[in-house]
């Protein structure tokens, strides 16, 4: 039995019935239920087994009968009627930053607004002035968030998409056509360039029986291959087709010849900016250059593939992630282009949450993960005692989970746990501990986790301030923002990388994929000022260790190289810039 997802439907239905305007307490017990599961260290099944349910905290009677009706059933009836009587889109309301299921309650229940698009009107006309706790900023903040969440309509994540769009490329991969040839095939478009937020999953495939492709692909094979998971051909065509699959990603396939395979592969990865600079030199040094091939005059000028095609052009190979027109082939030109990161450049890991706050696993699991991951090091960073939402330590728990790292660094000899915390940066600028707590601390992390609505000088303020402690080791995720889910705050980030250079501090790239923060685009930035990024991967369980990898090729994006990325400097060095004995 998977306790993570049982967490989730308890957490859910405590959600559901905060938006029916349940008695508090009924969905509170849900939530503790969630928040017990999750921190479980008895096997859920052994309890089930040994009749020894009810003897867990917060394990009352009707959440003993949803656990063994799960058991039973691998469904809860009344989860399942809760989600059937609840208008789908107050549940997309609960994506509106600052609109919690409270409000939305009050919305549904006072002015009937049970969707987006009837909320938008009910803003137009100021009706939800007259609701108690909806003033003008209340209001001026969800129409924001309405407008945010209309220009993400459509868009999903990088991982969700790269992982979908693996399973299709190895499907194509794995055809062989009447000819006994393989389809040659490979993702493309800005899933391969590693934007943060795509639009749709672009392959190029390479075959002399592109009808054999296309029939496949848009055929009943393939959809039940891919399990069931198409839900409407949108295009049908000899060179292209597409679909939609169910969760609504736009996937588009074409197929080329072989000889043009590479020349496609160039053109249908390149960002518009970046294939419009490449015209223009190719025009200069006296080519044409388009999907169907590098030509001299009408005469095709053969490659074998990209780096041939950028050696034609007298550059060195562009890798896919910096095709933007961000001086990639300038860079190129004059053999400067930086040598990314790569994922064995990383030493270990900074920024996990164990149980001591809101994580999932012990200090001894994530510990054992890292060492099993090849890591030399763990730098822990729980929450604070502010943050009341994620179980923050307060200063017995600080207290006994240094003695603990003290203990297990003796145990794993060729390891090393650093103490850290992730201190929330409070409206103020100070730090979530007085200094004498803090100076406990290898390394501190600051983060805003609230008052995300603050105007830019402000919060400007705040997190310069907090940057003033001599204890503030990093900046965690520094513009809040969760993609597709909530706008960065306003801050002047230039204003944060020139304190940073000033004062050392290094800026987390934090790998969770909903949030990617900081941005590529200011990676970049950060670098030419000599600001260390940390790769983080924000872990609250042992599973999610591995999101720093996947942080890796964000930091390519941004043009980061081994020396600019904080973990992948050695356990000494890493003692030393912590100034540690």
């Known amino acids: ?100 299921p409270k409000k939305i309650a009050v919305l549904y229940s006072k002015l009937g607004i049970s969707d987006l698009e009837v909320l938008e009107a009910a803003c137009a006309k100021n009706r939800l002035l007259a609701l108690p706790g909806f003033g003008q900023k209340t209001q001026e903040r969800i129409c924001a968030g309405i407008q945010f969440l209309r220009e993400q309509r459509g868009c999903f994540l990088w991982a969700e998409g790269m992982r979908w769009a693996v399973k299709i490329r190895e499907l194509l991969a794995a055809r062989e056509g009447t000819d006994g040839k393989p389809f040659a095939v490979e993702i493309a478009g800005s899933l391969r360039r590693s934007q943060p937020v795509c639009k749709d999953i672009d392959l190029v495939a390479a075959s002399s029986l592109s009808h054999e492709v296309m029939a496949y692909f848009i055929g009943p094979a393939f959809n039940r291959d891919l399990g069931s998971a198409v839900e409407e051909i949108t295009e049908n065509g000899e060179t292209k087709s597409s679909l939609r699959l169910v969760n609504g990603m736009n996937v588009d396939l074409r197929v080329v010849k072989p000889e043009e395979y590479p020349y496609a592969l160039l053109h249908f990865t390149g960002g518009k900016e970046h294939n419009s600079a490449l015209r223009h030199l190719v025009k200069d040094l006296g080519y044409k250059v388009n999907e169907y091939g590098l030509f001299q005059g009408q005469e095709l000028v053969s490659c074998r593939g990209e780096t041939e095609i950028y050696q034609r052009l007298g550059l060195t190979y562009i890798p896919p992630e910096l095709r933007e027109d961000l001086g990639e082939i300038e860079a190129a030109a004059a053999g400067k282009l930086p040598r990314l990161v790569e994922t064995g450049d990383i030493q270990g890991i900074f920024h996990v949450h164990t149980t001591y706050s809101d994580g999932v696993n012990s200090l001894r699991e994530m510990v054992e993960t890292a060492i099993e991951r090849g890591y030399k090091y763990l730098g822990v960073a729980d929450h604070s005692q502010t943050a009341v939402y994620a179980h923050g330590m307060n200063h017995d728990a600080v207290k006994k989970q240094c003695a603990e790292i003290d203990r297990l660094n003796r145990e794993y000899k060729d390891f090393t746990i650093f103490k850290g915390i992730e201190a929330d940066i409070l409206p103020s600028g100070d730090l979530d501990y007085d200094f004498e707590t803090l100076a406990k601390f290898d390394f501190v992390i600051g983060s805003v986790h609230s008052h995300f609505w603050m ?54 790239l934090n790998a969770n994929p909903h949030r990617l923060d900081l941005d590529w685009r200011w990676c970049l930035r950060a670098k030419k000022q000599g600001v260390l990024i940390s790769i983080n991967p924000d872990a609250h369980s042992v599973l999610e260790l591995d999101l720093t990898r996947s942080g890796i090729v964000f930091a390519r994006k941004g043009w980061l190289e081994k020396a600019d990325i904080f973990n992948t400097r050695s356990v000494q060095e890493i003692t030393d810039f912590f100034g540690k004995p």
Request: no cysteine.
């Open 1 to 100: 039995m998977d306790r993570h997802e049982l967490a989730r439907i308890f957490n859910e239905i405590g959600v559901l019935l905060e938006l029916k305007g349940e008695n508090p307490f009924k969905a509170r017990a849900y939530y503790n239920a969630a928040r017990t599961m999750e921190k479980m260290e008895e096997d859920l099944e052994v309890l089930i087994q040994e009749k020894r349910l009810r003897e867990v905290s917060g394990f009352g009677e009707a959440i003993v009968e949803k656990i063994l009706e799960w058991k039973q059933t691998g469904t809860i009836g009344y989860y399942d009627r809760l989600r059937q009587d609840t208008p789908g889109g107050l549940l997309e309301l609960l994506r509106l930053p600052g609109l919690g």
């Open 455 to 508: 105007e830019r000088a402000q919060m400007t303020k705040r997190i310069l301030r907090a940057m003033e402690n001599p204890y503030l080791t990093m900046v965690g995720h520094p513009t809040g923002r969760i993609l597709l889910g909530r706008p960065a705050y306003e801050v002047d980030l230039e204003a944060v990388i020139a304190k940073a250079a000033q004062k050392g501090i290094i800026i987390e």
